[in-house]
């Protein structure tokens, strides 16, 4: 068994397009606007403590302006190369890309579903993002395991000497408490990767995981925040246990420490 936290889905700070809300999706790919930036120096900030092993970044110039941000500001991750992956773009939105938001919102209203739902045409369905995220799982289990799960299991990286893999998950993220602070649910792990990806294709990502992946949740978690829209740079934290088979990696256990914390932007102003 080997156990890592996933920090994951920084949403992608503000760039000039969303400000003036544009649809921007993977066909618009501009960077960071005066306040995307601030934004991104603010999660740095936030999360300038914790030691990651391994980086992966949508490969839209706003995700890797972002992840580029997180790693200057971290006192030990300093000058780490991060992994461009195109498995972590942003939702394709078809012919909306480009224009003002209330457009997709009349087309879907015109179609009978819900934004989020609905799919224009041209664009990437629901079923085909999550897809696109279960690929990027496979990528990430093989990598985290060759790279850091060849341990004994008496090693720190959180392996469990009793092969109790949900005991051993739960007791990861058992020290989480309400005061936001950067290392919730870190205690006793040792290896940590972050994910910089979008926000469409995060609210894809974490439904899998919890509907379908059955990750556990956090006491008292409200499904409205937890499936909510992600505010620019928003956090979200799982600690996952994988085991190797004969086909290779697989998810043993999952858990939720947190989803779209947004703390570390509290004393900026303009936030959108």
Do not use: W
């Not at 949508?58 to 992840?67: F, I, K, M």
């Not at 959180?158 to 408490?177: H, L, M, R």
């Not at 950067?182 to 006793?188: H, I, K, R, V």
């Amino acid at each position: 068994m080997f156990t890592f936290s996933l920090t994951y889905c920084i949403f992608t700070a503000q760039t000039e397009n969303n400000v003036y809300f544009v649809f921007l999706g993977q066909g618009v790919d501009t960077p960071l606007s005066e306040t995307g930036l601030q934004q991104g120096e603010a999660v740095g900030q936030y999360l300038k403590d914790i030691t990651f092993n391994n980086v992966f970044a949508s490969n839209l110039q706003r995700a890797v302006q972002t992840a580029e941000i997180i790693l200057r500001n971290n006192t030990h991750c300093s000058g780490m190369e991060m992994v461009l992956e195109p498995l972590l773009r942003e939702r394709g939105f078809g012919i909306a890309e480009g224009r003002p938001k209330e457009d997709l919102k009349n087309m879907a209203n015109a179609a009978g579903q819900s934004c989020r739902d609905y799919t224009p045409p041209g664009g990437e369905t629901l079923d085909q993002v999550k897809l696109r995220f279960k690929k990027f799982l496979k990528v990430l289990f093989k990598r985290m395991l060759d790279e850091h799960g060849s341990s004994g299991p008496d090693d720190s990286t959180g392996a469990s000497p009793s092969g109790d893999a949900a005991n051993e998950t739960a007791a990861a993220a058992s020290d989480v408490t309400s005061g936001g602070l950067a290392d919730d649910g870190l205690q006793g792990l040792s290896v940590h990767a972050l994910v910089v990806s979008h926000g469409a294709y995060i609210r894809v990502a974490i439904r899998h995981l919890v509907e379908d992946l059955k990750c556990s949740l956090p006491p008292g978690v409200k499904m409205s925040h937890l499936f909510s829209p992600c505010p620019n740079t928003g956090i979200s934290r799982f600690i996952l246990t994988l085991s190797q088979s004969e086909s290779g990696p697989v998810l043993s256990a999952a858990r939720c420490v947190f989803t779209n914390r947004k703390d570390h932007l509290e004393n900026l102003t303009a936030v959108e």
